[in-house]
């Protein structure tokens, strides 16, 4: 039996393994709260492991060691390291009103306090957002699929998002965080073995550290320029405030056990997210020194297995990568499914019943999927279609959604001036101004805007409360990250109360 037969074996009894596992969950998914949130009862421990799992995806898993070998050390900065810390930003400043709030989604609290229309915008932009997101991680499915396996590029793809779709589309979240529970095994062992050995085959730390790039590790601004430090910033504030609306991390926080679970399980999955993060970018760096001229980088986390690991080896591995992609394919197909049911449904069906929720959820994956899979076969690398998901709605959503949740001044008017002043500041600058970013300038511009017209409006449109599932207004109170990683009696009376 060839290496490439020994793989496309592993990688079969993987995806049947992975679908078994969904399928089996998936019976315990009979409702529209079981498939968005998993009945509101998931523990710190499965939490902390599907932030993990579903954040680490094919951004740290090749991007960032493509990113690293081709030397990009902004991108290397955006993910793990701006991605990592935006865990910690949403654990610390969103996690407990989520949970608090006992809703499904953060768009919810755009229509409570700005408008029926803020919900669909956000709501569309954020379907946008995940289906080029999907996109370039079904891209990343099919580079290492062809890579290891000698088959075409789009069989891997179309096979792969098949399983994605089926245990997703029965099972919601409950199947989700199951299958999630077992990739990040295969995660965590396939990258740990594969950094091991690669680094006893280039003669260990010592031998390797003299010989990597100068500017390995190096994730200040590589020039003193006014554009560096732009290009720098930009960075930090795109992907440092894109956990915060982020609709598969935003689902964990709801479907915490309590807020406790909520907001711990984001500052474990951060912790573990920056450290396990660098692993493959570390493995680009080497790379560079074990496999110099490799033509396309994207590559270059399974030519190492390759090249480094026994058949056997190659194919544990293998689970590894489709883990990190699969574990965050089925994220953002569960929340794009969600976004449908719970927040544009109810625009086009005046009242809809939890089971008509529930089908429409459903049915929304297979859908979205679809659409993914136009965007996969049209994506250039990774990192971009990434990159292009997260300035879609940075632009325009962010400010709103910060100011939502932490301003109580933020009036309607506000809301939809900063909205639109985002949006039209993102699309200015893109068209006549390529070489500026136009998500960090739109973010800021949204911000000034919404906060000087809602001060400028606050008789004319007053105010509106945040309130929770059931109308009552939220306590704007204690609602950052004060909570102890071990739960006292006291903290524990409070969260009953």
Request: charged share 10%.
């Amino acid at each position: 039996m060839s290496e490439q037969t020994v793989i496309l074996v592993g990688v079969c009894m993987y995806v049947v393994l992975m679908l078994a596992v969904g399928l089996l969950a998936a019976r315990r998914s009979t409702s529209m709260q079981d498939f968005a949130v998993s009945g509101r009862n998931m523990s710190l421990t499965v939490c902390s492991i599907s932030i993990v799992a579903t954040w680490f995806g094919s951004g740290p898993m090749m991007g960032s060691a493509a990113a690293a070998y081709a030397g990009n050390a902004l991108e290397v900065l955006r993910d793990p390291l701006v991605s990592g810390v935006s865990l910690f930003i949403a654990g610390f400043f969103f996690a407990r009103t989520y949970r608090r709030s006992r809703r499904t989604t953060s768009i919810e609290f755009a229509e409570i306090r700005i408008g029926p229309l803020a919900g669909v915008i956000g709501s569309v932009v954020n379907l946008i957002a995940g289906t080029i997101w999907l996109g370039g991680v079904l891209f990343a499915f099919g580079v290492v699929f062809e890579t290891l396996t000698g088959q075409p590029a789009a069989m891997g793809i179309l096979v792969g998002t098949a399983v994605i779709v089926v245990y997703t589309m029965f099972g919601g979240l409950q199947a989700v965080a199951a299958t999630d529970v077992l990739q990040m095994l295969f995660i965590v062992v396939g990258v740990l073995v594969l950094f091991v050995v690669v680094l006893f085959d280039a003669g260990g730390w010592a031998e390797v550290v003299p010989q990597l790039p100068a500017h390995a590790f190096d994730f200040t601004p590589q020039g003193d320029s006014f554009s560096d430090w732009f290009s720098y910033l930009q960075v930090w504030f795109s992907s440092g405030l894109v956990a915060i609306g982020t609709m598969s991390l935003v689902q964990r926080a709801m479907a915490a056990r309590d807020e406790y679970v909520a907001q711990n399980a984001f500052y474990i999955g951060g912790t573990v997210y920056l450290i396990f993060g660098m692993v493959p970018v570390t493995l680009g760096y080497i790379a560079t020194v074990a496999m110099p001229g490799v033509e396309d980088p994207n590559a270059i986390i399974p030519l190492l297995a390759m090249e480094h690991l026994h058949p056997v080896l190659v194919a544990i591995f293998v689970g590894a990568v489709v883990s990190a992609i699969m574990s965050t394919s089925d994220s953002i197909l569960l929340g794009c499914g969600t976004i449908i049911s719970v927040n544009l449904l109810p625009r086009v069906h005046a009242n809809p019943s939890e089971a008509l929720k529930l089908r429409v959820a459903r049915w929304s994956v297979p859908v979205m999927a679809l659409i993914a899979l136009y965007t996969a076969f049209n994506t250039a690398t990774v990192i971009s279609a990434i990159a292009a998901a997260i300035s879609l709605g940075f632009a325009g959503l962010s400010a709103p959604g910060i100011l939502n949740i932490w301003w109580p001044k933020l009036n309607s008017a506000g809301g939809y001036s900063g909205i639109f002043a985002g949006f039209g500041t993102f699309a200015v600058l893109k068209l006549a101004f390529p070489e500026l970013p136009a998500d960090f300038v739109g973010f800021w511009v949204s911000l000034v805007v919404a906060v000087v017209v809602s001060l400028a409006t606050q008789k004319r449109s007053p105010p509106k409360l945040l309130t929770d599932v059931d109308g009552q207004p939220l306590n704007l109170h204690d609602r950052m990250g004060t909570l102890p990683l071990v739960r006292t009696d006291a903290v524990a009376g409070r969260l009953r109360d």
